[in-house]
């Protein structure tokens, strides 16, 4: 089954950038969304947006907009997730995680492992 | 933005026994909603959307009910391998799409 690689953990200081890749285990053709979220420590998750393989269309959770910014280079079946302004309370695992194949189901059926991101002075 | 609900907190449960996880939202999501079983340090699993669809090759023990507003994960018989974090997730409205805090299943 195919799996998502996330890359690996990042210390950043407030008011920097974090950039976070996922990339499929195997190439596929097939098109997908892909979308990120995160747990802080101990809290439940908080989705941040989502994004299109197919064709880069973006939808963004209000809260994130203006901060973030996901893009997906097909070249190499790569998505990205980039975080801007950092602050501590971002302190959290990020996660991408693949919409289900079924039409009108939004669910998450393949999360990537989870990147480390913390944020610290 | 929908607020999930879960209840308990806390469920303790010996193996064996029957598990009923709630998971309330704070309006109608029809049947858009997902559970999610995570262990310690791992990502989530899928288990059931649609409110009652099981996700692929997951067993039989895992069922989930309801519609609205209130939902239910069942665990017929708790394995070893079943005591985690449960997580249930909306996406009838979005953006966002919203999880509830989570109900932690531990042994009794």
């Known amino acids: 089954q195919v799996q998502l690689v996330q890359s690996g953990a990042e210390v950043k200081k407030p008011g920097a950038s974090v950039k976070v890749s996922c990339k499929p285990s195997?190439?596929?053709?097939?098109?997908?969304?892909i979308n990120w979220l995160r747990q802080a420590p101990g809290q439940g998750f908080e989705w941040m947006g989502w994004?299109?393989?197919?064709?880069?269309?973006?939808n963004y959770a209000q809260k994130f907009q203006g901060r973030v910014t996901m893009t997906t280079d097909t070249s190499t079946n790569t998505v990205y997730m980039e975080l801007r302004s950092l602050r501590t309370d971002d302190t959290a695992v990020y996660y991408c995680?693949?919409?289900?194949?079924?039409?009108?189901?939004?669910?998450?059926?393949?999360w990537g492992q989870g990147t480390m991101v913390i944020v610290s002075s | 933005e929908i607020v999930m609900t879960q209840s308990p907190a806390t469920l303790s449960v010996s193996p064996g026994e029957r598990a009923t996880l709630s998971c309330r939202a704070s309006?109608?999501?029809?049947?858009?909603l997902a559970w999610y079983q995570q262990k310690p340090g791992q990502a989530p699993r899928l288990l059931i959307y649609?409110?009652?669809t099981r996700a692929t090759g997951i067993p039989a023990r895992f069922s989930g009910s309801g519609s609205g507003t209130e939902f239910t994960l069942t665990i017929s018989s708790l394995q070893s391998e079943d005591f985690a974090v449960y997580h249930c997730?909306?996406?009838?409205?979005?953006?966002?799409?919203?999880f509830g805090q989570g109900t932690k299943v531990e042994i009794k």
């Open positions: 995680a693949k919409d289900v194949p079924d039409p009108g189901h939004d669910a998450f059926d393949i």
């Open positions: 195997v190439y596929t053709s097939i098109s997908y969304g």
């Open positions: 994004i299109s393989t197919h064709n880069g269309d973006t």
């Open positions: 309006q109608s999501v029809s049947s858009n």
């Open positions: 649609g409110a009652s």
């Open positions: 997730q909306q996406y009838y409205n979005w953006p966002p799409w919203t």
